[in-house]
């Protein structure tokens, strides 16, 4: 039997773009990746505010796609999502992707940090996406990693 774990989840819309997630997807896709109990709040930003966090807490002066904030280490976990909205868009269309199927990816990605995982080895990298991978075919969206053909 899958032992279920409790979280607790707010989402927060600082960006107004068309084609958002909403909260139930959000709660639907955290619910798949939760491994361990855990707090978490999901901000979905423009793209001067992902810039504005990028560069003032990773020294990065762009906006990326999503960034994690873990407050508390301990059980239960607590941390911040943030969701750059208007890199989110630019990548899933780059990328040949599903906006909702790539917001999906991004969000196991992030709780999965929030988690402890990370990918700065090639045996955390491989390990991660392996994982990432496993979840969201289970929701029943396409592999992440798989390269999109445009015809």
């Not at 990370?118 to 396409?142: C, F, N, Q, R, W």
């Amino acid at each position: 039997m899958k032992q279920v774990h409790r979280f607790s989840l707010s989402v927060q819309y600082a960006d107004t773009s068309a084609d958002l997630p909403s909260r139930q997807q959000f709660r639907r896709w955290v619910r798949n990746s939760v491994l361990q109990e855990l707090q978490c709040t999901i901000r979905i930003v423009d793209g001067e505010e992902g810039r504005m966090l990028n560069r003032d807490y990773r020294g990065k002066d762009y906006a990326t796609n999503v960034l994690t904030f873990v407050y508390d280490d301990m059980q239960p976990l607590a941390g911040d999502l943030v969701f750059c909205a208007p890199v989110v868009a630019r990548e899933a269309l780059e990328q040949g992707k599903n906006l909702l199927s790539h917001y999906a990816h991004l969000t196991v990605h992030g709780m999965l940090h929030l988690q402890g995982y990370d990918h700065e080895t090639d045996a955390e990298a491989e390990e991660m996406e392996a994982l990432e991978s496993a979840l969201i075919v289970k929701m029943g969206y396409p592999p992440p990693y798989e390269v999109t053909r445009k015809a």
